[in-house]
């Protein structure tokens, strides 16, 4: 046997970090897994390659987040490690080692927003970010695709890119009415200066293989065809099965290596899936011959009964008028965007985030600049309720001179009698300063 499309595999169960010994976010997500790989003979078929991860660095994690007091504060050496197996999968890939990756590691990171002061969601650091910017960074990657199919709303990944035109975020999720974190819903598209590269499309509670390909093909597909990235990931989160203990969705194996088979990523990174016996071992297995192009058609979970599967009428009603009310929506962001580019010069939002697994609160305050000729400089001003307060200015990757200038100023007037820690991420210069009380 061999595989039609060369493809890269990287381990790292962590089995130094976890929340605790019975949470469902521990190392045995990824041990079944290598089990049923290497029971399988899956690393003997041609083509399929391992590499050991490696290390992911400060400067790739400031890159994408201000972490508060300092990176090494937030992050174990688990972190770095499953970042790192991300950027291993990503140079593979961009090396021309590989066609295509698939990096299985934890600890996961999509609920890590720009911002870090603890754990939220399982996630310290945005492990999928992080490799992009990094792709960015080394190989000039410009426009890159994020597919998210966890079965929780990528809300960390969306924070972070809301205000970037270059990477199309595409999130399909439980409708957060019914799941944490309570976000992702259709109307949320993006940024003033990125309106409708932020696509959420939330689904019914047991919804099934049918509602899941059928939102890949009327929607997910399309808005790739329409971006044409360079790129596309996936964030692989496999809690959407039908055996996950902390969801309530019915997708299967099967979906999920047809998922794949359509989207045809170029790197999948592993988010959420706690079914750690009945699910796990074979999505991950179909995942992977998808990715390779071998046929995956005898990978069955022991209890599959696609009958007891099936989803509702009812529930592919919902489905279809979800995804025709998205695609509405989406054609009302040029004029929306015309209408930001003519009023103020700066748009302001303040939002509260809850760190779930730290037991943070933090209160924030973003203000963008609107721009016609780049991503905008961002500002915002962080306080949490561990007495933690930073000031963190964002130079966009292709920022103008204005915006530049306006991120050199703000950084240099931010008052450290007030603030903590004032941060300048500034991209354009591959530059992370920092003032400090």
Known sequence: MKANRKTGLVF???FDWAISKTHPEREERLLYTQDQVF???ILDIEGLVEFNPSLATEKDVER???????????????????AGGCKTVADAVLGGEVDCG???????????????????GFCNINIEAIMVEHIRQTYGVDRVAIVDTDCHHGDGTQNIYWHDPDTLFISLHQDGRTLYPGSGFTSEMGGPNALGTTVNIPLPPETSKEGFLYVMDRVVLPILDEFKPELVINSAGQDNHYSDPITGMRFCAQGYAKLTEKLQPHIAVLEGGYSIEGALPYVNVGIILALAGIDYSWVREPDYDPEELRQSDEIRSTISSTCERLLEERQQCASKRKKYLEGDEFVQRSKTIIYDTDKILEEQKEMIRVC????????????????????GISVPRKACSTCQDIGRQWFEEGSIRRFDLVCLQ???????????K
């Open 102 to 120: 698939f990096a299985l590691v934890r600890p996961p990171g999509h609920h890590a927003m720009r911002v870090v002061h603890g754990a939220r």
């Open 39 to 41: 029971e399988e003979g």
């Open 12 to 14: 790292f169960p962590a």
């Open 372 to 391: 016609g000729g780049c991503a905008g400089v961002l500002k915002i001003d962080s306080y949490a309720d561990t007495g933690r307060h930073l000031l």
């Open 426 to 436: 500034d991209r354009v210069a591959d530059a992370y300063e920092v003032k400090r």
């Open 64 to 82: 994408v987040h201000f972490c508060v007091p300092k990176v090494d504060a937030v992050l174990t050496e688990s972190h770095y490690i499953s």
